[in-house]
């Protein structure tokens, strides 16, 4: 399996696509603007507490308050509240937390108008963006992660990662954490941390305490509300969180955006530094890894699938529905419990890319072609739920109902991908269409079907730009159409039809349907 990461750099955003066996699974974008990226820490202030809703509202700078629930205040407020006074008015100037005092928890079923009061200052944490009409959600539980742990301040909790199944590994981790924690802080270990000796765990203990430092000396007398830590940079934060050793190739081209993941990569994981390349040639790096088209063919509201089979996603306010089709899919060998299954399964795999792709969250509900037998319906669930193990997003999938449907809620923390696909109809003003390159994918799989049926000799006529697109250039689109199926198609550019148009005409001129 080949995992690369293609990085493009635009005047106002830089572009991250991930990409496996070439086929895009992620794609993120970071803004120059975007001022509340999750894992942003704030210094704010309390505007008001809501006791009917058990929350408060803070000023973060952003044009809507912030929602902070009682239970995102983390059973330490107090220590956080009484070190964050200390520290502002310039009587602490220890921030190892070694010899400062914690205060008791909180009471986990107790009331905000208890804790906090309003333009009360505060140190905040954004846990999920900006998404329509709603401000951040934040949380004051601080957390600061880093390659192989997490940093949590007034903490004294050592918690190992449940995705490693390993009793005496979790213990080694353990052990080894507990001898290098620093004394008021508490510490998770990463799944990456897995097999990795205690001077890697050390050395990034240390960068996040320096960053805890850093954070604390910003805060003396420093104005609300204001950011006093930034999350990484989003390629930093990609490659923290997903960089492993399957990744061949990290491509980016920008020679300062080059050189920063190069020192990364080399500090995090030095014998994969050769794998950052700097992308040099006038061809744009998205057209060259084929990733533009995947974004044309991939985000609208109709998504092809190999055999003929496609989904139709629909967005709602409450949530997103997913239609799967087998098309005019058909096999005469298997009978249709056996196609359904095929189809529900190829389907599933797709779905899974598309929720990572567009990152969609909240409810969503996927329409799967009904099957009979109770072990196809559980072996598309376990299908679902393996493809989906990749995903960094808190999911979960409720197996199918009586009715076919299959619910999965999937943690929504930035607002959805949502890229137009659509053009406008060069044939008709102000009218949309599906964008050209779709077009030609769909003429492939048209082609395929016949291909597979005994006609001697066929001839598709199509509009001259796009017979002219099939037929130039060196290997063409007609010429791969040869290398694959060892069939000559025979290309007419005809004058007549419009942009958009083509047909097929078998050995005797007639239209084949």
Same mark, same amino acid.
Request: glycine share 6%; proline share 4%; aromatic share 8%.
């Given at each position: ?12 955003? =830089? ?7 070439? !086929? ?12 509340? +990226? ?22 973060? #700078?952003?044009?809507?308050? +912030?929602? %902070? ?36 928890? /909180? ?26 009409? !709603? ?13 192989? @742990?997490?940093?949590?301040?007034? &903490?004294?909790? =050592? &918690?190992? &990662? ?15 954490? !507990? ?7 508490? /510490? ?19 960068? %996040? $305490? ?21 999350? %990484?940079?989003? +390629? &930093? ?38 794998? =950052? ?13 084929? /990733? ?16 003929? *089979? ?7 306010? *409450? ?40 990152? $969609? #969250? ?8 009904? $099957? ?35 619910? @999965? ?27 050209? /390159? =779709? %077009? ?74």
């Amino acid at each position: 399996m080949n995992k690369e990461l293609i990085i493009r750099t635009g005047s106002s955003a =830089v572009d991250f696509a991930l990409l496996k066996d070439g !086929k895009l699974i992620e794609l993120n974008k970071e803004e120059d603007d975007s001022n509340f +990226a999750v894992g942003d820490i704030f210094l704010a202030k309390v505007r008001k507490t809501v006791p009917g809703l058990n929350a408060g509202f803070v000023n973060v #700078g952003y044009t809507k308050d +912030a929602f %902070l629930h009682y239970h995102d205040l983390g059973p330490q407020v107090l220590s956080l509240l009484k070190f964050i006074k200390r520290v502002s008015t310039g009587k602490l100037k220890d921030y190892s937390l070694k010899d400062f005092p914690l205060e008791k928890d /909180i009471d986990k079923d107790g009331s905000i108008a208890d804790v906090l009061k309003s333009n009360q200052s505060l140190l905040v944490q954004v846990v999920k963006e900006p998404i329509s009409t !709603k401000g951040p959600r934040i949380s004051s539980e601080l957390s600061l992660p880093g390659r192989y @742990i997490v940093l949590v301040p007034f &903490s004294n909790r =050592v &918690s190992v &990662s449940q995705k490693i199944e390993s009793k005496e590994e979790k213990d080694r981790l353990k052990r080894l954490v !507990k001898s290098i924690k620093p004394k008021g802080f508490g /510490i998770i270990v990463r799944t990456v941390a897995e097999g990795r000796k205690v001077a890697e765990l050390d050395n990034d203990l240390q960068n %996040l $305490m320096s960053r805890w430092t850093g954070m604390c000396k910003k805060l003396y007398k420093a104005p609300h509300p204001s950011k006093v830590l930034g999350e %990484l940079n989003r +390629a &930093s934060s990609i490659l923290r969180d997903v960089f492993n050793d399957s990744f061949t190739s990290i491509c980016v081209d920008d020679e300062t955006l080059y050189t920063q993941i190069k020192d990364y990569v080399s500090e995090i994981a030095p014998k994969k530094e050769s794998i =950052v390349k700097l992308y040099d040639s006038n061809i744009p790096i998205f057209e060259k890894f084929g /990733i533009e088209r995947q974004i044309k063919t991939t985000f609208g509201r109709t998504v092809s699938m190999n055999k003929g *089979a496609y989904l139709v996603i629909e967005h709602t306010e *409450a949530m997103h529905v997913i239609d799967v089709n087998s098309g005019n899919r058909s096999n005469k060998s298997k009978n249709q419990e056996d196609t359904a299954l095929e189809v529900n399964l190829i389907s599933a795999t797709e779905i899974a890319r598309q929720l990572r792709l567009r990152d $969609m #969250g909240g409810i969503i509900v996927v329409d799967f072609i009904d $099957m009979n037998k109770a072990e196809n319906r559980k072996a598309l669930y376990d299908h679902l739920k393996e493809e989906m193990s990749d995903d960094r997003a808190k999911h979960k999938i409720l197996p199918p109902s009586k009715f076919g449907l299959v619910q @999965i809620t999937r943690q929504r923390v930035r607002p959805e991908m949502n890229i137009k696909t659509r053009e406008e109809n060069p044939n008709k003003t102000g009218e949309e269409i599906e964008a050209p /390159i =779709v %077009l030609v994918n769909r003429i492939n799989q048209d082609l395929e079907k016949l291909l597979k049926k005994d006609y001697k000799k066929i001839t598709l006529s199509a509009h001259p730009f796009i017979a002219a697109f099939l037929t130039k250039g060196f290997p063409s689109p007609r010429s791969k159409w040869f290398f694959d199926h060892k069939r000559w198609v025979k290309i007419v550019p005809r004058d007549a039809y419009t942009y958009l148009e083509y047909h097929f005409h078998d050995n005797d001129g007639e239209e084949i349907q």
